[in-house]
Nanobody
Framework: QVQLEESGGGLVQPVGSLRLSCASS????????MAWYRQPPGRQRELVAS???????SYGDSVKGRFTLSRDTAKKMGFLQMNALKTEDTAKYFC??????????????WGGGTEVTVSS
């Protein structure tokens, strides 16, 4: 079951930009941490970027300096700004988030993914 919804994927030319968004399709109290993963065609899923509950971010080596993960705590959304895109960034991008559905009910949700294709 998919409880997060990603949006913003599409076809973009090399060196172009895209901004992915992630939001819960269910009622939640808050998001504590979030991560973006991607799965290129025929390859394993890999971690792209993550943000912890205190706002600390980390990035995969291949996207450092080009991708930025951010979140809007009030809107309970996360974003992945992708700049200077390369053909090797082509993949299905997935959002994963942990937080609280209610004060005593944690969650760990995944989205169904959004396709990003970088091609001229």
């Amino acid at each position: 079951q998919v409880q997060l919804e990603e949006s913003g994927g599409g076809l973009v030319q090399p060196v172009g930009s895209l901004r992915l968004s992630c939001a819960s399709s269910e009622h939640i109290l808050k998001i504590d941490s979030m991560a973006w993963y991607r799965q290129p065609p025929g390859r394993q899923r890999e971690l792209v970027a993550s943000i912890t509950s205190d706002g600390s971010t980390s990035y995969g080596d291949s996207v450092k300096g080009r991708f930025t993960l951010s979140r809007d705590t009030a809107k309970k959304m996360g974003f992945l700004q992708m700049n200077a895109l390369k053909t090797e960034d082509t993949a299905k991008y997935f959002c994963n988030a942990q937080g609280m559905k209610a004060w005593t009910t944690p969650f760990d949700y995944w989205g169904g993914g959004t396709e990003v294709t970088v091609s001229s």
